[in-house]
Each structure stands twice: as C-alpha cells, then as structure tokens.
C-alpha cells in the first residue's frame, strides 16, 4: 500500500512527463514553442468526461480516441497556423502569439463544450474528479499503473523510432539542421507536421489520465502547462531525454513538495502548488540555463552524449532559434 | 432627459475602458512593438497595479484617520471604505494624495516586480522569457485568488472613493482625469520612442550583435525596458480599481489583461503608437458592442457571451496575422537627417537590385 501522496505523485510525473516530452519535441522540430499544448490535454480531459459522463463508459477508451483527436487537433494548428504564418516570414514571437491564440481558441471551445454539457452532466461538468470509476490491483490504484506503463511504453516507442527507423533519422535531422535535411530530400514540413500530430495526441493521452486521480475543471490545462514548462526547462529544451527527466524531477518535487509543505505549515499552502514550479524554473534559468541535458554535455556523460538530440540548439541571446 | 443620462453612461463607460486598455497596450508596444520583448504576462503588471491599490489604499486611508481600526481589513472592507469616504467627502486634498501616493507606490513595486520577474531570463533565450513571463502571469493571480489579507482571495476588497469631493460631476470628471493621464502616458512614450534612446531599442530588436558590438549593453536596455513597461502597465490596473472602487483578484485573467491587448497592439500595427490607438479604439468598440447586445446575441448563438468574445477575438488574431501581419497602420522607417534618400535610390536603381534595402530606401521617399 503507498499512501495516496506517493500514488499522486507518481501519476502526475508521468503524465507530466509525457506532456513535457511533447512540448520538447514539437519545438526542437517546428523550432516553435506550442502554448496550445495545455489545451489539447484540456480536450483529452474532456474526452474522459464525455466517456464517463455522457456514454458511461469505462474512462480508459478515452485513450484510443483522446490520441488522435488531440493529434489531428494539434497537425490542424500547425498546419493552418505555424505553416501558414512561417511562409510569409513570420519569427518567434508571431508564431508564440498564434499558438497562445490557439490555445484561447481551444480554451473557449472547452468552455462552450462544459457550458453545453450542464445541460445533460449538471453541475460535475466543470468540476469533476473521477477516483472512483478506476480499477484497483493489490490495493494499488488503476491509474497508477496505467500511466506508468504507457509512459514507459510511449518513450520506448519514441526511443526506437528516433533512432531505428528512416522517419525517426529524418526527424532528428530536421531538428539538428532544417536547411540542411531539406537539402538532402527530407521535407521538414512534413517531419514537423508529424510530430505535432505525434505531440498533441500524446498531450490528449495525459489528459485523460488526469480525472483520474486529479480535480480536473477546463482551466486545469492552463495550469498544468507551468509545470510542463518548467519540465521542459529543467531538461533544458533541447533533448527529449532531458524533459523525460525533467518531468519526473518537477513532477515530484510538485506534488511531494507541496504534501511536506502543507505537513509541515498547515493546508493553506495547498492551493499555492502550481508556485513550485515557477520556482524551480527560476532557479535553474539562474543557475544553469542549458538544463540537465546541457549539464550532461558538459560533463560528458557518454550516454546522453549520444543521445537522440545533442543540445547544439542552445544558443546564446540574440540568436534566436529562428533566425 | 432620460437619453442624455443614457448617452453619458455610454461614454464615460467606453472612454474609461480604453484609456485602461490604451496604457496596457502602449506599455506592451514600448515593449513587444519597439523592443521586442514577448511579454506574454502583461497582466502581472496590471493585477498587480490593483493588488497594490486594494491591499493599500484602504489601509492607508484608515490609518490616516483611524477610523474603523478595530475592524477586519477585508471581510469589513465595504464598512471601512464607507467610512473612509465620509471623510474623503470633504477632504480632497486627502483623497488626491491618496490617489497619487498609490500610483507611485504601485508603479515602484510593479517596476521591482517586473525586475525580478525579468531577471534570470532576459539575458538567455527567448523561448523562457515566454515560458516565465506566461507562468508569472499565471502566478500572480494564484496568489491573489488564495492569499485572503492581500485583496480578498475569491471575494473583493473595497477601494475608498477618492474623487467622491466632487459629488455629481464626479463620473464625468474621472473620465475627463484618466483620458488625461492615458494621454500624458501616450506622449511620454512618444517622447521615449522619438529620442535616440528610441532608435536604440528598435536597433535591438533589430539585431542585438549589432548594438552590442557598438558598445552598448542590449541585456541593461532590454530589462529597462521591461521594467518602464511593468510600471506604465501597473498604472492601468491603479486606475482600474479606482474606477470601480473595488479589487476583485477573478478578474484579472489572462485572456482579457494579455491575449486582448496582444490583439489589440497586432491589429492596430506594432511599433508606432498611432496604431496601437486605433487597434484598442476598434476592439473597444467591438467589445462594448458585444456587451451591450449579449442577449440579442445569444438568443442566435447559445453560448455565453465571455466565450463567444474570446472565441472571435483569437480567431480574429490568427486571421489578422496570416493576412495583415503589419496590422492597419504599419510602422514607418525611421528618418535620419543628413541622409540622401534620392541618392540612395538611384544606386540601388543602377545597381538592378530589388532588395530589401531599395525597397526600403523607396519607401522613404513617398
């Protein structure tokens, strides 16, 4: 038996993990970061809800199909919007503010969908918390080991395409040199499309795991993308091994920090959570910018070195990756 | 003359909205526009402007006159700032004091905060200054939302009335006094972006090696930047909540303190005021319209009337950014004196060359 803080913990990493993976991913390829990635984890919660809710149905088909409407939903962002604003020159910045106004687009949408479902759900439709529709094994709760096996299923999977197949070397040659992979026939378009879809279902995934054991309500997806932020960051933005590792780091200090906080100073700190993370973002940018993966290319770790990414992105200000 | 009450309601109501959202979107012009810093968390800076003047002006009033000391700061808000007003009724001296001791005091803390905010990630990539900035802004209203003495956690707190001297005409005499100061705030940042200090920050966002091999530190002039945005941006939020003569922390979310005056400055046009002007005019307009016609609206399409707007509004960004990226009033070049722009041209007409610099050149001539 762990005790429920443990569990907690443990869930939120993962799925954490897979969100911070995401986000890693889609900008070392597209070279944009996806603000609108919290929102497709919102989707995904809401998938849950309709399941649950609407079709009684067990939580755990939301799965099969949060992946690929969260996935289409994500292609059809940068398709329509990063494709569209990056063939008439847009930089950075413009494609950050598209992303942020697709994910007030997806957020508003959430809203409408809650908003509707009143009508059939009642009040749970903006609150909800699904703890006791999931399965137990010895005393263990369902979710538990759900997400702990589909992260480790899903980095395997990412694992071996990037470096087993001809999609997973076209991948990582667009993130190496985009100009350069398109030279030799790779259409880095197509690579950044793919991985967005690949992405954003991954996200959809995430969040419909969350009902599960967390409170979940249409802004959770905003909320929870401080954290994949700060996971990000932590693993340093430039490789996906380093956000895996910095989903669990931050995914744990989290929830494990804000239960020893709260032991130790009473429950008002609670709701100050979401802070944790913001912190911990700060304190790495202070202290070491490049993150773990840059940490480890510096000591030289031979394995990371290796790795699928080498974080040759980091550069320093005023070369913005886009340039 | 029930039309000219309604019609006076109407003005006042638009004109104190725009000179609101007007300071915000200067301040993120000088910042995003001129500079080129991505300040995804404007509304730190606004709800902080009102956490300030909710935590403080009350405070401050009630000490002033010790009245209603005994009381609970929050939960007795409204009782202390009716109080309050009772003496500000007949001491304007007072209330005028209290009104600018608050803006200085904000500007200075939101200037503080927006230092330490910017700090650790200024100098790295642009890519985690987003990432912060969009997590401070999501920090701030956590803190306001659940740190009860502050302004109330989920309930509000009480602003006192400064301007209530002025008895009748006070409403329109508000509106008269922040159009002012909007406008003094418009031609400061004016001044600031036609003195070199200005060519210099648009060279940064231009291209920092430049400037930085020029001697000049882009880091220092970027974060001062920052922190003279944060202090014109608090300024919003001060007003705010002396308009309403209440702090609520709820309603300080991102998509109408960030998203909207992003919309506004990438409608009207980046870097050049003029158009940051008529970009928040339209969508005021637009906005007020929604409004005042929710239910008219509704009755069409069934969806509130909030996620309806916000809805639109970042449809509409997508669309403004794809098909007029330089939004309604595009920026203008800067002039430099002692230049032949004539000259200019013909060479690069006898050169052949269609770049961007002829193109530019031209461009200075019409």
Known sequence: MLPAYVSGAIIYSNLLMLLSIGFTFAYLTAKVPNFAHGGNAAIGIYVTFTLVTVLELNPYWAILLAFPICGLTSALIYRGVIQALKRRGAGLISLSIATIAAQMLIFASVNIYADYMRGIAGQYARVFLYRNQDFEVMGLPGVLLVSTVLAVTIITLLHVMLTRTKFGIATRATVENADLAGTLG????????????????????????LPLWFQSTPYTGALILMSVFSASVVGGMSSIYGA??????????????????????????????????????????????????????KINIGHIRRSVFRPSTFVGRGGSPDA | MLNQELFITIITDISIWFVLYLIVTVALNLQYGYTGIPNFGMVLSVAGGAYVTGALAG???????????DLDFVADSAKIASMINDRLATDPLAGIALFLLIIVIAMLVNAFLGFIVAYPSIKV??????????????????????????????????????????????????????????????????????????????????????????????????????????????????????????????????????????????????????????????????????????????????????????????????????????????????????????????????????????????WQLE
Not at chain 2, 59 to 69: D, E, K, P, Q, W
């Open chain 1, 186 to 209: 790779i259409d880095t378009e197509l690579v950044s499309l793919i991985s967005w879809f690949v992405t954003g279902g991954l996200a959809g995934i995430a969040g419909t795991l």
């Open chain 2, 59 to 69: 405070r401050i009033a009630r000490l002033y006159y010790s009245v209603g000391t």
């Open chain 2, 125 to 362: 990539r642009e890519v985690y200054l987003m990432m912060v900035l969009i997590a401070a802004g999501e920090a701030i209203r956590i803190v306001g939302e659940n740190y009860y003495p502050l302004v109330g956690g989920t309930t509000w707190v009480q602003v006192p009335n400064v301007f209530i001297w002025l008895g009748d005409s006070q409403r329109i005499a508000v509106s008269v006094l922040f159009v002012g100061i909007a406008f003094l705030v418009f031609l400061l940042v004016q001044r600031i972006v036609g003195s070199p200090f200005g060519r210099l920050i648009r060279a940064v966002r231009e291209n920092e090696t430049v400037v930085e091999s020029l001697g000049k530190d882009t880091v220092g002039i970027r974060a001062l930047v920052f922190v003279l945005g944060s202090a014109i941006a608090s300024l919003a939020g001060v007003l705010y909540a002396f308009h309403s003569h209440a702090v609520m922390a709820t309603a300080f979310q991102r998509s109408s303190w960030t998203f909207l005056p992003w919309l506004m400055l990438m409608l009207g046009g980046k870097g050049n005021n003029k158009g940051t002007l008529a970009g928040t005019f339209l969508l005021i307009i637009v906005r007020r319209l929604i409004m005042i016609f929710k239910y008219e609206i509704q009755q069409f399409v069934p969806v509130e009337a909030i996620w309806l707007e916000l809805l639109l509004m970042s449809g509409f960004l997508i669309l403004i950014m794809i098909y007029r990226p330089e939004g309604l009033i595009a920026e203008k070049p800067i002039k430099i004196r002692d230049l032949d722009y004539q000259d200019m041209a013909d060479t690069s007409a006898r050169s052949g060359e269609s770049n961007e610099g002829g193109q530019w050149v031209k």
């Open chain 1, 244 to 297: 895996m590792v910095g989903g669990y780091v931050i995914g744990l200090t989290e929830v494990l920090g804000t239960s020893f906080l709260a032991d130790r100073f009473g429950s008002w700190v609670l709701p100050y959570r979401s802070l944790i993370p913001l912190i911990a973002m700060f304190i790495i940018l202070l202290g070491v910018p490049e993150g773990l993966a840059g940490m480890a290319e």
